[in-house]
């Protein structure tokens, strides 16, 4: 199926409501249109709801598999090395020390190794980065000066310097998420687009809606109902 919009989510970190109302919006902003989402990771940890916020995304993702595009984020990465039975002690400390804690409490497990089976083979199957013609969708973002097909697993899910500050032209506008922005709305650049408002925090969830004909996104919306145009380029 060709969808003809695209919106573009960022980390949302267990805070279900805000995903529930969100993607509602965007459902009313497509007017009918069957729009594909893309979420760029970390669905777990810090807020309170991380089930149901895997249940959401693994059934949308199972009856609409093009339209529900989810990819891997740092969280699941640290969520899946905490949960293996060959974990380190620093392994567990490191994802508990992170929002692990509330994590436990949404499923109400002790033990991430508790967490069911099938979410945690879903969190480590997800893909890293998802491509159209005009966006690279990823985490956390790219090594400047690394072809796409060479970047490192690590790079992807855990980079900000010096990606952030770099102003390179990637071919295509990178959409990432990882670094919450402190003002609450999205970041855009002439190379990149961080998505990630810091849900987790107090700050909204953010969508941003791309169309095939443009690059830069036409319009945001956040899980409040708010929606705008960004700054032109």
Known sequence: MVYSITFAIGDIHGCFDELESLVAACDLLSEGKNPRFVFVGDYVDRGPDTRKVIDFLMVSQHREPDRFICLRGNHEAMLIDAANKDRSDRDL?????????????????????EIPADHLAWMKALPLTFSDRKRLYVHAGVRPGVSVADQSE????WIREPFLSCDDDYGALVVHGHTPTKSGLPDLRSNRLNIDTGACFGRPLTAALFTPAQRMPSLYCNNGGEFWRPRSW
């Open 93 to 113: 400390m490191n994802w508990w020390a992170n929002g692990g804690e509330q994590t436990l409490d949404s499923y109400g497990a002790n033990d991430p190794g």
């Open 154 to 157: 690590k790079d992807l899910l």
